[in-house]
């Protein structure tokens, strides 16, 4: 009788070592890159799933809508504040209105947004995903001689670019508002004397860089949420170990994103 | 056979002979990570026949099945489908197989989000996109009451048992009248009662639409209801392959280990 050899080798065994773990998140980070251009080419040949992208843009944007203006109203209630106070000391609170649109429009509002909003959707889309590939229903569309990526993915994807500029709009004009009332009430100034300050110190590209900001979060929180949930191992356990690192992913890279977009906007 | 040169856009399914070879695996070696499932295993699948692969847990069943139909790739070795090597097929000249290649999966993978007949229309919307409404209705009809589930349609999968969950997967999966099919683990965790109509259900899929059926399966008595032959898969390739009758009376150490801590397990006080 032949010797066979064991079924599994001896390298298998033991812990991973800090090689074997870079060489996994660069593995990951490759066949990410690999799937958002594969999600690129899918999504501009047809044929378009409208049906499939209404149903997303308009379960993962109003879901979302409470949250996010929540946030907003505080960011705008809290900024306010803290810069009416500053700004006081030097008798300039007047100005209080432009410093706030400034930090609202560039920063806080796409930023805010995508930290609470992206964690909620990110982790969702995971969850969803995953659980999908764990009871092979992934397997089956394919099986089924459909693409997993056009059916599952670019919808998803493509509703996150949608819904997360359209928020952070709103969550422009929800802390405007709330940094404006409460200005008004703490430190007496009006609200024509709020906004026409604002309105004054702010110019199309603040907003537009926001906006920006808000579509490529949007794009980030799609696609790390899509790719942890197609790529769960692990069964049950593995959703819920996605759904975390989503989380943490999106974040982290949001953070970053925001660091080299505001240097890109800022340097044109 | 076929030359294995022809491209794979040149797949067209052509009618087989019965008891012609319809698909071998050649030289198959597959690994995932560290763990080899299979070192040069051969197997072949004849037209019109049911073949059931059996073996233990975690010894690579599903997994052939999987290369099969394209949602695996084996590292090495050919896949031939009437000549065809399907290892060389890309995604999408895989769509055309899997219109003949249908597979019935484990927990029958339904889609939660769609209701029965939504889930079995879901192939030939795929496959057949210019397919009347109509005609999706009847066809869906008809599979579902070729399951024993007529009227069905508006039920959604998590008001469905497992049998009937089962049932709905192969009515999806015969949707668009495949002549390969597919089965994974078709009874595991079912009831005994329940395990008896999806064998009786393999074996009229045979009679009645003259699949060819490869089943894999851990289950004994299931593997010697509807096989027409039997492999069993141990130490990472096919160690015999024969009739049932063949396979009962095997003398080939892995297999007769696994018939004997079957028979343990059914009659601890020894057989009857």
Known sequence: MTTRQPEVDAAASGPPSLMDRAKERLESLGALSRMTGQVFSRAVRPPYDWRGLVFHTESLGVRSLPIALLTAMFAGLVISLQFGYFLSRFGVQYTVGRVVILTLFRELAPVLTALTVGARIGSGIAAELGAMTVTEQVDAIRALGADPLRKLVVPRVLACLIVLPVLTVFADVVGLVAGALVVNFQYAITLNLFFQGALDAVLMPDFASGVFKGAVFGLIIGLVGCFRGLTVEGGTEGVGRATTQTVATTSVSVCLADFFITQLTLSL | ?272
């Not at chain 2, 066809?139 to 969950?165: F, H, Q």
């Not at chain 2, 851990?218 to 160690?239: E, K, Y």
């Not at chain 2, 392959?241 to 018939?259: D, I, K, Q, W, Y």
Request: charged share 25%.
């Open chain 2, 1 to 272: 056979m076929r030359s294995s040169s022809q491209t794979p856009s040149e797949f067209a399914f052509q009618p087989p002979r019965p008891g012609e070879q319809l698909i071998y695996f050649e030289h198959l070696t597959k690994a995932f990570g560290a763990k080899r499932v299979y070192d040069d295993m051969d197997l072949d699948v004849r037209a019109g026949e049911t073949l059931v692969v059996m073996g233990g847990s975690g010894t690579g069943k599903s997994v052939l099945l999987k290369c099969l139909i394209g949602l695996l790739s084996p590292d090495t070795g050919r896949i031939l489908f009437q000549g065809h090597d399907l290892t060389r097929f890309t995604e999408e000249q895989f769509i055309p197989v899997r219109r003949h290649v249908a597979m019935v999966f484990q927990g029958a993978a339904l889609f939660d989000s769609l209701n029965v007949g939504e889930n079995v229309a879901y192939p030939l919307r795929e496959h057949f996109p210019d397919m009347p409404a109509d005609e999706v209705r009847a066809r869906v009809a008809e599979k579902l009451a070729l399951v024993d589930l007529p009227n069905t349609e508006r039920l959604m999968p998590a008001d469905l048992s497992g049998g009937m969950r089962k049932r709905v997967g192969l009515a999806r999966a015969i949707a668009t009248e495949p002549e390969v099919i597919l089965w994974d683990e078709p009874t595991t965790g079912l009831d005994p009662v329940t395990t008896q109509s999806i064998n009786v259900l393999i074996n009229s899929m045979k009679t009645r639409l003259g699949c060819t059926s490869i089943v894999v399966t851990h289950d004994m008595v299931s593997a010697f209801t509807v096989g027409d032959r039997i492999a069993m898969l141990a130490n990472r390739r096919i160690v015999q392959v024969g009739s049932p009758r063949e396979m009962l009376h095997s003398t080939v150490p892995e297999v007769r280990a696994f018939l004997d801590a079957r028979r343990v397990e059914l009659f601890p006080g020894g057989a009857p």
